[in-house]
């Protein structure tokens, strides 16, 4: 293959790069969807938490919002996917969202060692 210049000869001195983000979940949120429905229908939760800023739950979050109080923690350090918010007094209401940030993972870490398990270098 030969690749050509913007004044369309040959390069010989090209570059190639490739960049994959391959983000494949094995239907990691529909399982979450489907444990948060069947426990609102059932009336076996009284409150949800849902740890994920899927936005492919949004749907069933909505449905759950209208059920019980849903809150939703963000953990990753990206925005904020927009589709996961609301108000806080829409269907039953006493929704709350929160991301969690780098001081939330520090100070919440279990001691070391914690019993015959020693924390990484670096954590």
Same mark, same amino acid.
């Given at each position: 293959? %030969?690749? %050509?210049?913007? /004044?369309?000869? +040959? *390069?010989? #001195? /090209?570059?190639?790069?490739?960049?994959?983000? #391959?983000?494949?979940?094995?239907?990691? *949120?529909?399982?979450? /969807?489907?444990?948060?429905?069947?426990?609102?229908?059932?009336?076996?939760? *009284?409150?949800?938490?849902?740890?994920?800023? +899927?936005? #492919?739950?949004?749907?069933?979050?909505?449905?759950?919002?209208?059920?019980? =109080?849903?809150? $939703?923690?963000?953990?990753? $350090?990206? @925005?904020?996917?927009?589709?996961?918010?609301?108000?806080? +007094?829409?269907?039953?209401?006493?929704?709350?969202?929160?991301?969690?940030? %780098?001081? +939330? @993972?520090? $100070?919440?870490?279990? =001691? #070391? =060692? /914690?019993?015959? @398990?020693?924390?990484?270098?670096?954590?």
């Amino acid at each position: 293959m %030969k690749i %050509k210049s913007g /004044a369309m000869l +040959d *390069d010989h #001195d /090209a570059i190639f790069m490739v960049s994959i983000a #391959d983000r494949e979940e094995k239907g990691s *949120d529909v399982n979450v /969807a489907t444990h948060l429905l069947t426990g609102v229908c059932e009336q076996k939760i *009284d409150a949800a938490v849902v740890i994920s800023n +899927d936005s #492919d739950l949004a749907l069933p979050i909505r449905h759950a919002r209208a059920r019980v =109080p849903v809150g $939703t923690v963000h953990p990753g $350090t990206n @925005y904020p996917a927009g589709a996961l918010s609301g108000r806080p +007094d829409e269907g039953v209401g006493g929704h709350w969202w929160r991301q969690l940030a %780098k001081p +939330d @993972y520090l $100070t919440h870490q279990l =001691p #070391d =060692p /914690a019993g015959s @398990y020693r924390r990484p270098a670096g954590w």
